[in-house]
């Protein structure tokens, strides 16, 4: 397969399920610079979301600088866009849905998983994904049989989390109808009946609060707990070039995690800069979970085996190869 087909074959993959941004650009090899000094400066594939936290952290507190890094955000919303960039070398690192990660590498793109956001919690009532619904009638998965329930992408992540979660709650999704939906018209469909439910996030599961809607169920940590909500991704060729670079990255990416670990105040903090959400909307969110230890691979092959349950991935792979983390 020539260049320019794996990378528009990627593009296409991740774009239905990845979280995953960077800009445009040429085809050229712009690879990451080093100064006199020793720092090396990357690009960062990435969105101003709260699962990104950890890593504008790292751009804000010096924990970059420590590494001898210069991190700059490279800010979009195409996950189509970021792929063949990261490919190509116009970005050296980027955010990525796991899902959509496990599915390029099956795919046999030429990516490394390096570093994690934040993870889905084993703790119910701190899940930050939840399933709404707006009738009375609907007081547990059981009922939602032939339902309708809005996800943000049909056979991306929300979708089959919410698969698994409402198996796991005694429903049955196969008499579950999925549509999908943008995650900034949800609350109202449910709120006028065009759906009986929903799959949300934060900021949206505040405002579905807000508006009187009623939490099903929590459904990250019912389906995939301690898998992480982002990974991480370089490409194959950077990461052989820059191993010392790429594990900068990762020790960069883990000790920022840990920071906001500890410190919920900070994540706010570091949110309303990033995502430019107001203190008041941050304060009644769920804030997401970020882990205090490196990206490790049971939690990825607790996700696949999510996937090859629901149709996702036909046959789990060995990921083993395909993870560089930080060194202890």
Avoid: W
Wanted: aromatic content about 4%.
């Amino acid at each position: 397969m020539t260049k320019h087909r794996r990378s528009a074959s990627l593009a296409a993959t991740l774009a239905a399920g990845v979280v995953l941004l960077a800009g445009c650009g040429s085809e050229t090899d712009s690879s990451s610079t080093s100064a006199a000094d020793g720092v090396t400066s990357v690009k960062v594939g990435t969105s101003p979301t709260l699962a990104d936290a950890s890593l504008y952290l790292a751009m804000e507190d010096g924990t970059f600088t420590q590494h001898k890094l210069k991190a700059t955000p490279q800010v979009v919303t195409s996950g189509a866009q970021a792929l063949p960039l990261l490919l190509n070398g116009q970005i050296q690192f980027t955010a990525a849905d796991p899902m959509g990660a496990i599915k390029a590498i099956k795919e046999k793109m030429p990516v490394k998983i390096i570093g994690q956001g934040p993870v889905n919690t084993i703790a119910p009532d701190k899940d930050s994904t939840v399933m709404v619904v707006g009738s009375g009638k609907i007081k547990s998965p059981g009922d939602l049989s032939g339902k309708t329930v809005a996800v943000n992408a049909l056979n991306g992540l929300a979708q089959i989390a919410a698969k698994a979660a409402i198996d796991k709650k005694g429903g049955d999704s196969e008499e579950v109808r999925f549509v999908e939906m943008s995650l900034t018209q949800m609350v109202a469909a449910v709120e006028n009946g065009k759906v009986d439910g929903a799959v949300l996030n934060e900021p949206f599961v505040a405002q579905a609060r807000e508006a009187g809607l009623k939490d099903l169920m929590p459904v990250m940590s019912t389906a995939i707990p301690t898998v992480p909500n982002i990974v991480y991704l370089t490409s194959e060729r950077y990461a052989k070039s820059n191993p010392e670079v790429v594990e900068r990255f990762a020790a960069s990416l883990d000790q920022a995690n840990a920071t906001l670990s500890k410190d919920p105040q900070k994540i706010r903090e570091v949110a309303q800069r990033s995502t430019e959400t107001s203190a008041d909307v941050l304060a009644k969110i769920t804030l997401p979970t970020f882990p205090d230890e490196p990206l490790r691979q049971t939690p990825l092959d607790v996700l696949q085996n999510v996937m090859v349950d629901y149709k996702a991935l036909d046959a789990r792979i060995d990921l083993s190869s395909y993870i560089v983390t930080s060194k202890p």
